[in-house]
């Protein structure tokens, strides 16, 4: 990949040409995932059904499922101590302060569809300085960046490994309606290891859309000297989590530019039936000669086209009043919408059973290892996701514990965390009993705190906790029992005390 002077030199267009294709395809997955088919391919395609485009936005299905299963639940980050320790206590803080059950999220939906995610991290103000401190505290702040704006720059032996993250944003200065080179500068932040090195240049635009907006520049002079800002972490601040790759470019692969022309072909055929369908719902009536008002020279006064009715010749016997219709091979049609879903789905990795769709959507009856072999391919596909998910936010949050190191906040040891994510299917708590019931019955192989805190998910103090009460109530209720149980009275009577008896024998009066 070009380094950093290649691509932001004078005369150099924005974007850089080798990376105009990525963003050109995030932005049409975008289009998909909004449900915007027609906006795309009516764009490129001539559609002889322009008037009327119906679609099915199933590639807005396929990211947010992929999203769900992913971080749908949350993500645990541990440090493998107790729950009270320090660096437990910071990655709680960090994690809370952050939304990033939130962020993570949007990031996994977005990866969806583009291929990409990259997470910054930073130290400062979140409106930065728009609000006193008391109102917005100085923190560690972990965000995510678009990625159109983002052009790595690899090392020159391998393509995968990025060594340097050039964030470059247009902005426009000032909002006349006649566009002129000092309107629009570039902000380049480029992130390397231990520093972050800051530029801007002049633009003007070179190409815009229908609309006007701006799709490419041509970079101009800077309008300042680099400022080069240490940051004491001895790794660029910006973090790169695909979608999932191959070994020879960083680039991620998205889960849609495959199913693109599968897309268009299901909405072409859907357009289809719903012209046909209606063209035919006020259809023409045809009905024998002879039945319609004549003019002065005998011809029939119609009109097809708002009459909906015709005379036919022949036989009136013969001829019975029906109305013209073409079914236009519906049927055939709609077999073929359901092999393009179908073809949809499977290359997608989706199962008809985790959109409701299918024989096997019900779920009544079934074990949750049941559930898992029909789902069989979508885990498979998060459990790829995770991974590099998993390897990502790892390095986040070790970046997040050196800066608040070198700002001096940090009361703790930099711990590589622990990542903990969940499959999104909900716990067949039943089966988990009865496994942990029998693994626990005619020989000992699980500890009653392991199966509290695999039952429940509960930390290690947690179950201790649980343990606790459970032997308080057990040792309350043995004491409540001994009470009112009915050996009292033998142990009086071996004791050689009378008892008392009040029952009344019979024949006897009270």
């Not at 000297?225 to 470019?249: A, C, I, Q």
Request: net charge negative.
């Amino acid at each position: 990949m070009p380094t950093f002077e290649e691509m932001f030199a004078k005369g150099e267009f924005y974007p850089p040409v080798e990376h105009q294709d990525r963003i050109k395809k995030y932005k049409e997955n975008r289009l998909l995932v909004e449900g915007k088919h027609a906006q795309l391919f009516n764009k490129h395609n001539f559609n002889r059904n322009s008037k009327l485009y119906v679609s099915v936005n199933l590639a807005g299905i396929i990211a947010k499922k992929s999203a769900d299963f992913l971080i749908g639940d949350g993500v645990q980050v541990s440090a493998g101590k107790e729950d009270n320790s320090k660096e437990q206590l910071a990655f709680d803080r960090i994690k809370d302060v952050n939304d990033l059950d939130i962020l993570f999220y949007e990031s996994a939906l977005a990866n969806a569809y583009r291929g990409d995610s990259f997470f910054k991290v930073r130290y400062g103000q979140e409106f930065g300085g728009m609000y006193p401190p008391e109102f917005d505290e100085p923190r560690v702040i972990i965000e995510t960046v678009n990625a159109e704006y983002v052009f790595p720059e690899t090392a020159a032996h391998n393509r995968n490994l990025i060594k340097a993250y050039h964030i470059a944003i247009p902005i426009r200065l000032e909002q006349d309606e006649e566009v002129t080179e000092a309107d629009w500068v570039l902000n380049v932040e480029s992130h390397y290891a231990g520093k972050i090195v800051y530029n801007q240049f002049k633009l003007r635009v070179m190409v815009t859309e229908a609309d006007g907006t701006p799709i490419e520049w041509k970079i101009g002079e800077p309008t300042m000297n680099p400022v080069e800002v240490l940051t004491g972490v001895p790794v660029p601040l910006v973090v790169h989590v695909p979608n999932y790759s191959l070994d020879d470019g960083w680039e991620g692969l998205d889960d849609l530019s495959e199913l693109k022309p599968l897309f268009d072909e299901l909405n072409n055929r859907l357009s289809q039936v719903a012209s046909i369908l209606d063209k035919h719902s006020d259809p023409a009536i045809a009905i024998p000669m002879g039945l319609m008002t004549e003019d002065e020279h005998g011809r029939p006064i119609f009109n097809v086209a708002n009459s909906k009715v015709f005379e036919i010749d022949g036989n009136s016997k013969d001829i019975i009043p029906q109305y013209v219709t073409w079914n236009g091979q519906l049927q055939e049609a709609y077999a073929e919408i359901d092999r393009l879903i179908e073809m949809i789905l499977v290359t997608a990795e989706i199962p008809a059973v985790a959109l409701g769709k299918g024989g096997d959507a019900g779920t009544s009856g079934a074990s949750g290892l049941a559930i898992r072999f029909r789902l069989n391919s979508l885990l498979a596909k998060i459990k790829r996701k995770r991974k590099y998910y998993e390897k990502g936010l790892k390095k986040v949050f070790l970046i997040a514990q050196h800066l608040e190191t070198v700002v001096g906040v940090a009361d703790y040891e930099i711990t590589t965390p622990k990542l903990t994510f969940t499959d999104g299917l909900d716990k067949d708590e039943l089966q988990e009993a009865n496994l942990i019931a029998i693994r626990t019955g005619g020989a000992i192989t699980m500890s009653q705190k392991t199966a509290i805190m695999k039952l429940d998910g509960l930390t290690e103090e947690q179950a201790d906790a649980e343990i606790k009460r459970i032997e308080e109530e057990q040792s309350a209720l043995a004491e409540k029992q001994a009470v009112a149980s009915p050996s009292i009275f033998n142990d009086l009577m071996d004791e050689g005390q009378p008892v008392e008896d009040n029952t009344n024998t019979e024949g006897e009066q009270e």
